[in-house]
């Protein structure tokens, strides 16, 4: 096994006892393994650097370390943190939605048919939000959610110039703050609400680093910034 394989190895592990965790409501191995999850992966960052004598990509490590501070403050319940967790995955939208254009993927969505791609985020949005909004508005959410929802679907848009990996990668981080938005406005429960969130925004996460970090680097080295 490559060395540089061992941190995935380790996200992979954490992000097991994490599910396992969730599946059975233990608190404390929530506790112990959700803050660990994205670290991992901003180890393999750096690992496949140091590798290659070059540094990781630095906006890529901004986005896991905004995730990592949203990650944390998801684990408090109330209104205060859930807008907190929101705004610090918010800087992490934007961290990968400029990595991703820096490298041509806007240009790419202007044209067909992969113009279909942005539209298709945006009218999925928008009529997501509207099935929401009433709950939303009596959360006193709504405002802010549209806004949050708008970088969020701009994020799994711009993923899709980067290849199938990291477009898949971006519409399962989408699809994971969806199932989180049907909760928060009390439209539906998916049975297992908590382990469907989990692993899609694990996977996601971790498809969009390994995916985006092969493709900038096709021989192994990690790009740098």
Not at 43 to 52: F, I, Q
Not at 60 to 72: H, K
Not at 158 to 174: E, I, K, S
């Amino acid at each position: 096994m490559r060395h540089h394989r061992l941190p995935l190895l380790v996200f992979a592990v954490l992000t097991t006892a994490n599910l396992v965790a969730v599946a059975t409501d233990h608190r404390l191995g929530v506790l112990l393994t959700k803050p660990l999850l994205i670290p991992a992966l901003a180890a393999y960052l750096w690992w496949v650097a140091a590798a290659h004598g070059r540094r990781p990509d630095r906006l890529l490590l901004a986005a896991l370390a905004f995730s990592t501070g949203g990650d944390i403050a998801l684990l408090v319940d109330g209104t205060p943190a859930f807008l907190t967790g929101m705004s610090l995955f918010l800087g992490a939208h934007l961290c990968y939605i400029t990595a991703f254009t820096r490298h041509g993927a806007a240009r790419k969505l202007l044209r067909p048919p992969l113009v279909a791609i942005p539209l298709g985020y945006a009218v999925a949005t928008t009529a997501a939000l509207a099935w929401m909004w009433p709950g939303l508005t009596d959360a006193g959410l709504a405002v802010p959610v549209a806004g949050y929802a708008i970088a969020l679907a701009t994020m799994a848009a711009t993923a899709a110039g980067h290849g199938p990996r990291v477009a898949l990668g971006g519409a399962l981080f989408l699809l994971s703050d969806l199932i989180i938005a049907t909760g928060t406005a009390d439209v539906g429960h998916l049975p297992g609400h908590g382990v469907w969130v989990m692993s899609t925004y694990c996977l996601g996460q971790a498809l969009i680093v390994t995916g985006l970090v092969a493709r900038l680097t096709p021989t192994g080295s990690p790009a740098t910034r």
